[in-house]
T-cell receptor, first 113, second 114 residues
Framework: QKEVEQDPGPLSVPEGAIVSLNCTYSNSAFQYFMWYRQYSRKGPELLMYTYSSGNKEDGRFTAQVDKSSKYISLFIRDSQPSDSATYLCAMSAGSGGYNKLIFGAGTRLAVHP | EAGVTQFPSHSVIEKGQTVTLRCDPISGHDNLYWYRRVMGKEIKFLLHFVKESKQDESGMPNNRFLAERTGGTYSTLKVQPAELEDSGVYFC????????????FGNGTRLTVT
């Protein structure tokens, strides 16, 4: 069983839709949670990061962590064609901080006009 | 501020040859990491430098891989001899502090071993 499970998609939505991306994990030691966006032939670009449980909002993006359910989410409001990319969740255990990341497989998102 | 820079962007070599990948981290970042993504798999951790010292090399697949970070600045990752299963995208990342800041990634080197 993988430590981090993420549906690879693809996920196709119309412009303006609310997008929900999710990951589940099995290691209860994970404390640091990140979402990266990756465009084709580019490196992962940090979008959001949170420590432990709770919500964090940044513009159109909201990250949620539910440690009791071992479940994290990324919501994108008013989605735009420029949001079309692969979204990767990543997490790490407490003692190492953000150092040694475990990635999900990534979800491909396509936002069509 | 320049981001993490990796050279080359793409390398095609034959099985048995040697390839050296280079990474220049963000200026002032003591932490430097190597990750890779092989076909159909998740991005996986290879190793972590703090300045010039290897902090964690638990993800290095075997002794054909050698990473160095001379002077605590740029890093190189050498694969010698390359095998077909080494094909993939090799990412470098850097961060400040001791795990207190998230990682910033470069665009990767796409390695193809034929």
């Amino acid at each position: 069983q993988k430590e981090v499970e993420q549906d690879p998609g693809p996920l196709s939505v119309p412009e303006g839709a609310i997008v929900s991306l999710n990951c589940t994990y099995s290691n209860s030691a994970f404390q640091y949670f990140m979402w990266y966006r990756q465009y084709s032939r580019k490196g992962p670009e940090l979008l959001m990061y949170t420590y432990s449980s709770g919500n964090k909002e940044d513009g159109r993006f909201t990250a949620q962590v539910d440690k009791s359910s071992k479940y994290i989410s990324l919501f994108i409001r008013d989605s735009q064609p420029s949001d079309s990319a692969t979204y990767l969740c990543a997490m790490s255990a407490g003692s190492g901080g953000y150092n040694k990341l475990i990635f999900g497989a990534g979800t491909r998102l396509a936002v069509h006009p | 501020e320049a981001g993490v820079t990796q050279f080359p962007s793409h390398s095609v070599i034959e099985k048995g040859q040697t390839v050296t990948l280079r990474c220049d981290p963000i200026s002032g970042h003591d932490n430097l990491y190597w990750y890779r993504r092989v076909m159909g798999k998740e991005i996986k951790f290879l190793l972590h430098f703090v300045k010039e010292s290897k902090q964690d090399e638990s993800g290095m697949p075997n002794n054909r891989f050698l990473a160095e970070r001379t002077g605590g600045t740029y890093s190189t990752l050498k694969v010698q001899p390359a095998e077909l299963e080494d094909s993939g995208v090799y990412f470098c990342a850097s961060s400040q502090g001791m795990g207190a800041e998230p990682l910033h990634f470069g665009n990767g080197t796409r390695l193809t071993v034929t």
